[in-house]
């Protein structure tokens, strides 16, 4: 076994992770070859010398500052709609359910509302039609004029909820963009192999981008995208060598 | 020791620094697993909020203190809580409690390391600038010099040796929290070891070793 054998597997060595014969021929050559002795002991040294840091404590009023923090949250969140708090509840469990089916639950429950809290008038059901034919017909989604206070306004619900999946993916590709302006200006410190892994991934998240036809996969997309290219700016060597996690 | 007898200060002002009626708590017995801890955080109750953030402080400060930097890492690890118990409602137990709290402190120490646009803390020149080890305080000297390596180190190599030299994780472990292969951990934490035995040299080896 030669020293470019061994020195690839010190790390796994000193942590003990070599058993049986992989471990024996590691420490058969260490105890001829001063070079790889000498390695093996700083290794050591180092990894003993990261385990026996100190301990850093937080500052005693951390906790207190988190309590504030959380408070504020929690006023700030009182002052939300209803229906708007109810979808951020909803939101991580999206990937499981069509937006379709949403933004149907959502007229389902928006007419047995009104039914419960005015008479309806079928008039008014046709007028207001379901998001998928608001958005069939190319309607602008931008908010109606303000009822007066205290009425609810249904319109707007609907037609929010309709624009939603839209909105979303229009955030997902601005932080993308922006991440790629990032990635530009560290790129510079990588390597030719690294550019050019980079490049590859890149241009396969963004062909798989273009693919999708729906918001949802088009949205999972961007995720895929923004969470390779904020490995390959902050993590280096673990995006850019293996093209991050697929 | 016991951690919630520290005093914990309330620089609470105006209308939000009044007392607040808190949640009955429905638990009668010691918060003694992770599934109690969770369901009473997720009800409100500042005993049990108090608990998860004294049995998770210090390791978040430090894995934030140790990526970010010092003046950093309160920032960074308060946004940590402050996460922690606003997702705590969405936490769906795929991971270990504190797998899933280890990867919002190293996802959120990253992403201000990426906000910040900063990739090195300091210069390898800070390394220079740093006192040859007397013999007589050759560890604390050490441990001045590794610290001051691990802020040269690019952000993942530097998350990578937090996670497994500093805080004692498995390679499972570490793969969890920074989502990716074990086998990609592990050939990290060799080229990170790598990059720190060249950072700091002969600062290794003791006044009569022999290189």
Not at chain 1, 58 to 79: D, F, G, R, T, Y
Not at chain 2, 137 to 148: K, Q, T, V, W, Y
Request: glycine share 6%.
């Amino acid at each position: 076994m030669t020293c470019d054998d061994v020195r690839p597997r010190l790390t796994a060595y000193l942590d003990g992770e070599l058993e049986g014969d992989r471990g024996t021929v590691v420490r058969g050559h260490l105890r001829t070859c001063a070079a790889c002795r000498q390695v093996a002991t700083d290794e050591a040294t180092l990894r003993d010398g990261m385990r026996a840091l100190p301990t850093v404590d937080p500052p005693a009023a951390m906790w207190a500052s988190i309590q504030a923090q959380l408070a504020i949250a929690e006023v700030e969140e009182s002052k939300r709609p209803s229906w708007r708090r109810a979808l951020s509840r909803w939101t991580p469990m999206l990937p499981r359910f069509a937006v379709g089916g949403l933004a149907a639950a959502a007229a389902v429950t928006v007419l047995w509302w009104r039914s419960h809290r005015e008479p309806v008038q079928i008039s008014q059901v046709v007028d207001h039609p379901s998001p998928e034919i608001q958005a069939s017909r190319d309607i602008p989604t931008a908010t109606p004029s303000s009822p007066p206070f205290g009425a609810p306004s249904f319109d707007d619900v609907t037609a929010d909820l309709a624009a939603e999946p839209a909105r979303t993916t229009a955030t997902y590709a601005e932080t993308a963009t922006e991440l790629v302006t990032l990635a530009a200006e560290v790129r510079p410190g990588w390597t030719d192999e690294q550019r050019a892994t980079f490049d590859a991934r890149v241009a396969e998240l963004r062909a798989a981008v273009d693919r999708a036809t729906d918001e949802r996969p088009r949205q999972r997309a961007w995720r895929a995208m923004i969470r390779y290219l904020q490995q390959a700016i902050v993590r280096d060597d673990v995006a850019l060598a293996s093209g991050g996690v697929h | 020791m016991n951690e919630l007898a520290e005093p914990i200060g309330s620089p609470l002002t105006g209308p939000l620094a009044g007392p607040l009626a808190e949640p009955r708590p429905r638990i009668a017995a010691a918060l003694t697993d992770d599934n109690e801890l969770i369901a009473a955080c997720r009800r409100g109750e500042a005993r049990a909020m108090e608990r998860l953030y004294h049995q998770y402080k210090r390791r978040v400060f430090g894995m934030a203190h140790r990526i970010v930097g010092a003046s950093d890492a309160e920032e960074v690890a308060q946004e940590v809580f402050v996460r922690i118990f606003r997702a705590l409602a969405n936490f769906r137990g795929d991971s270990a409690l504190s797998t899933w709290i280890y990867r919002l402190t190293v996802n959120a120490s990253l992403s201000h390391l990426a906000k910040r646009g900063r990739r090195h803390e300091v210069g390898d020149d800070g390394l220079t600038d740093l006192p040859a080890p007397p013999p007589a305080e050759r560890d604390s000297a050490l441990a001045s010099r590794i610290e001051a390596a691990l802020a040269v180190l690019p952000p993942g190599y530097r998350a990578i040796l937090v996670l497994h030299d500093v805080e004692g994780l498995s390679h499972e472990e570490c793969a969890a929290i920074l989502e990716c292969r074990v086998g990609t951990c592990k050939s990290q934490l060799h080229k990170a070891r790598a990059r720190m035995r060249d950072l700091l040299g002969d600062s290794l080896r003791g006044p009569g070793d022999a290189r």
